[in-house]
């Protein structure tokens, strides 16, 4: 691959040593399942947990004389995604065989695509503290996956399962364009959410749909990129942050001690937290890669791709691009609510909840505010939680009328979360006395019994306005914090004529 260093060197990003500070390189190469009923080419099942051996056709098992068809689903999916990440589409393709031995490998060889992918260059496009980076996407390939092995079953005997089999991969090759484990989890989740909105993969990370092979290395900071290593097969975003931290420091403590890195691919322990070699570069297969004489090229008109291409559903940067537009909500709100198409749904159900449209920001404040908070802390996404698009409108509804204030509204959402799931945030703000006072009467009633009580604390007021705060506290308590915030302040400074 031609490498273009496309980024500028950024401090924030450095690692520091004894002689120096270092940068961070890094490339990824993620694999993701392709959603399909089939295999990539066999009619069998994709189906995952099924028991072992249970979707293997005589193609799969590599039976001899059985020939692969092309499932021209996958390649449909592939083409979306290539399209989704504004890559290049390439009209001609190859299968290739990629030789190695390995018993859960019954062909001898993955058909794979090596000189002319299914997809050229794309990009995309990462938010990193409110600054937009491009990452630049290298190629996408389709693949099939292997089987699996398993030792740890038997003291005396090794299993394979073939259900894995044959089914389809995308390999999606990024440039080493990424300087940060910030920057490569961010990329990991951006590359998901594409995948996600576009239905070609289901991104599941811990069933394996979405696995990532992670290249690293460290190099004097806009210098000439060193030695990378390769930690394989990572299944979490966190993780991979984790690993990428270790390894930089490895790399640089070795270089600091005056060593050199050797080219190789390591493994990730989350249990330690450490990477460790696997096999080195010298070790690697020579998979004497040739095109597969049992497949065609794949070869595609233009009507094809633009008919695929028209398809499209809106993506994660379109979305966010209109609910900055359409709501006037910030680009961070806006990048939070559309990272899972689910939630920006849920988001736009509560604005427009009953056919009325309310204020973006305001449903923005509240879900990305008290309900991711909550969220969070039940492990789920905030869509998942019971709080519906309809509790959500109604508090907001409430603060627009001026029942209840902000803080009043914060108020009302713990209940709702918490104590009264599935009340109506109108009748639970009737039934718990939360209405904020804006009765001015009433206010001033409250402001005339403290100024009369306090009358060296008038006196400081007046020397010095900006201890005003203290009558505004009294007051706010007297009234059991329901009293309009705005209104409070305003008679309090007329009383006071500060
Ligand atoms: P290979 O063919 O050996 O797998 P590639 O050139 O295809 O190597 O690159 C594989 C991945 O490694 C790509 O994601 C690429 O961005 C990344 N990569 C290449 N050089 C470096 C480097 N010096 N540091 C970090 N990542 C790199
Ligand atoms: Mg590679």
């Known amino acids: 691959m031609s490498i273009v260093d496309t980024r500028k060197p950024n401090p924030k990003h450095f690692i520091s040593g004894a002689t120096g500070d270092w940068e961070i390189v890094i490339g990824m190469e993620v694999h993701a399942q392709v959603t399909s009923e089939s295999k990539l080419f066999s009619g069998s099942s994709t189906l995952f947990g099924a028991p072992p051996n249970a979707n293997v056709s005589f193609v799969d098992a590599a039976m001899p004389g059985m020939l692969p068809v092309i499932n021209e689903e ?13 890559a290049q589409i390439n009209k001609r393709s190859l299968f290739d065989r990629k030789n190695y031995f390995y018993p859960d490998l019954p062909q001898g060889y993955q058909i794979s695509q090596f000189k002319d992918p299914i997809v050229g260059e794309g990009e995309v496009l990462l938010d990193i503290d409110g600054e937009d980076i491009i990452i630049g996407i290298e190629r996408l390939h389709l693949e099939q996956d292997a089987g699996k092995s398993i030792h740890d079953q038997h003291p005396s005997m090794s299993f394979v399962d073939l259900n894995r089999s044959g089914v389809a991969l995308m390999e999606i090759v990024s440039k080493p364009d990424l300087r940060s484990s910030e920057e490569a989890k961010t990329y990991l989740a951006k590359l998901r959410a594409i995948l996600r909105y576009l239905g070609t993969c289901d991104g599941n990370m811990e069933q394996g749909s979405m696995r990532a092979d992670i290249n690293v290395s460290v190099r004097r900071p ?105 709501y006037g909500v910030t680009a961070y709100d806006a990048m939070v609510l559309t990272l899972e198409r689910e939630t920006a749904d849920y988001f736009e159900a509560a604005v427009a909840f009953g056919g009325t449209k309310r204020d973006g920001k305001a449903v923005a ?22 709080l519906t698009a309809r509790q959500i409108a109604g508090v907001v509804d409430l603060v627009a009328a001026g029942v209840i204030s902000s803080k009043g509204a914060k108020d009302l959402l713990q209940i709702l979360i918490h104590e009264d799931k599935a009340a109506d945030p109108a009748a639970l703000v009737e039934a718990r006395g939360l209405k904020q006072v804006t009765d001015l009467g009433a206010i001033e009633k409250i402001v005339d019994d403290i100024i009369a009580a306090n009358p060296d604390q008038v006196e400081k007021v007046k020397a010095k306005p900006t201890l005003m705060g203290w009558f505004v506290g009294q007051a706010m308590k007297a009234s059991g914090g329901k009293a309009n915030p705005q209104a409070l302040n305003d008679i309090i400074k007329k009383k006071l004529g500060v």
Do not use: W
């Open 222 to 326: 806009g210098g000439a990129f060193g030695t990378r290593c390769e930690i394989k097969n990572v299944n979490s975003i966190r993780f991979a942050g984790q690993a990428i931290e270790y390894e930089a420091r490895r790399q640089v403590d070795i270089l600091e001690a005056g060593g050199s890195i050797n080219q190789e691919t390591r493994l990730y322990d989350p249990k330690t937290g450490e990477t460790r070699s696997m096999r080195s570069k010298e070790e690697a297969h020579d998979y004497r890669y040739f095109p597969d004489p049992d497949l065609l090229p794949l070869e595609f008109d233009q009507a094809y791709i633009d008919a695929i291409a028209k398809d499209l559903p809106e993506l994660p940067d379109e979305k966010q691009d209109r609910f900055i537009a359409d």
């Open 74 to 86: 996958c390649v449909r999916q592939a083409v979306r995604t290539g399209l989704g990440l504004k």
């Open 365 to 386: 404040n509240l879900i990305n505010g008290d309900i991711a908070a909550f969220a969070n802390a039940e492990g789920v996404s905030v869509y998942e939680t019971h």
